[in-house]
């Protein structure tokens, strides 16, 4: 068996080429071994899609952005 094959990081088995298999930051694992959960919202602009968000409510600028990439608030 080929040391370049990969494997499972919940079971350790090998894959197949046939198998379902769910990417997460990288790691590959079977469909089976995990738990998947429908979360976010998707984000659109004029009809367009811009992508998946889990930011349904919005956040404060501060919260996502560093300082510096936001105005400061006039005293």
Do not use: Q
């Amino acid at each position: 068996m080929s040391e370049n094959l990969k494997r499972c990081k919940a079971c350790e088995e090998t894959f197949t080429w046939n198998e379902d298999v769910i990417l997460v930051n990288d790691d590959v694992y079977h469909k089976d071994c995990v738990e998947l959960y429908p979360t976010g919202y998707f984000a659109m602009l004029d009809g367009e899609p811009l992508g998946e968000t889990e930011n349904e409510d919005g956040s404060m600028a501060f919260d996502i952005l560093d300082e510096g990439e936001y105005e400061e608030e006039s005293a």
